[in-house]
């Protein structure tokens, strides 16, 4: 299923694999379906995968304005998929960005949701003020990236400290990553950041008492500061568990993707006995 139709005419890029129990993939902010592909491979072999280029990224339309990116608007996309594939539940399983949705899934959707797992990913910003200051400088990075273009952005993106436990990766692997990002457009991407991102997106500290689907958190050993936000996750959702991937960063399951995907299974064997 290479593209479905949305509600207000616009296209998601929509790729399926295997049989079985549905996976909803989404990835992290300027990555696609495709950044999956290791775990992918594995994963379709016992379960039935639906990975998404989520709207501005990948093969996926690319609208500039930044309100329908909000978390409303992408709920809604992602319900469409699942309707159009006669989906009514799956294991929403999302990185970073994605995990923020998927928790904002669980949260605002529950009915669709069956099981979660977030990879380093958190509930948003309680405090007000942090959150000002983070909308403030997500605003900063959508004018560099309207000022200088993607090739410039994806380098200052991907030297970021929280990815540079990835250099490890090789030159072949980081290249393929590279691509897949200078793909993307700057216009698009600046109005995901303004209408999706952290400082604008809701909070949902509060909400995670009420979160009563299995969750599985996973964090990389060398990501601390999502080690200790999937620390304090963990005490706050009454059915979660805490994986912690050994050598890796804030990726895991592009680091380590055995790791990745054997506790991913583990999770997802449990919810069947």
């Not at 539940?89 to 959707?109: D, P, T």
């Amino acid at each position: 299923m290479p593209r479905t139709w949305l509600r207000d005419g616009l296209r998601l890029n929509v790729e399926e694999w295997g049989s079985g129990a549905p996976l909803l993939l989404l990835h992290g902010f300027t990555g696609c379906a495709s950044a999956w592909s290791e775990v992918l491979k594995a994963l379709c072999t016992r379960n039935r995968l639906v990975a998404v280029d989520l709207l501005g990224h990948g093969e996926s339309d690319k609208p500039t304005a930044p309100e329908r990116y909000a978390l409303g608007n992408i709920l809604c996309d992602l319900c469409d998929v699942l309707d159009r594939l006669s989906i009514g539940r799956a294991v929403w399983i999302g990185y970073s960005m994605g995990g923020r949705i998927a928790l904002g899934g669980a949260v605002r959707c529950p009915n669709r949701v069956s099981a979660l797992v977030l990879e380093g990913a958190s509930p948003g910003i309680s405090d007000e003020r942090a959150r000002r200051e983070r909308a403030a400088s997500d605003e900063a990075l959508a004018q560099k990236l309207e000022a200088e273009g993607i090739h410039r952005f994806v380098e200052h993106w991907m030297d970021q400290p929280l990815f540079r436990t990835q250099r490890g990766l090789g030159p072949e692997q980081l290249g393929r990553m590279r691509a897949l990002r200078l793909r993307s457009s700057p216009e698009a991407l600046a109005a995901s950041l303004r209408g999706l991102g952290t400082g604008v997106q809701p909070s949902f500290w509060e909400d995670l008492a009420e979160v009563r689907v299995p969750t599985l958190l996973v964090a990389g050993e060398l990501d601390e500061k999502f080690r200790r936000i999937g620390e304090a996750m963990q005490r706050a959702l009454p059915r979660a568990q805490l994986g912690i991937i050994r050598d890796a960063g804030h990726t895991t399951h592009l680091e380590q993707p055995e790791a990745f995907v054997s506790a991913v299974r583990g999770f997802i064997e449990k919810l069947n006995e």
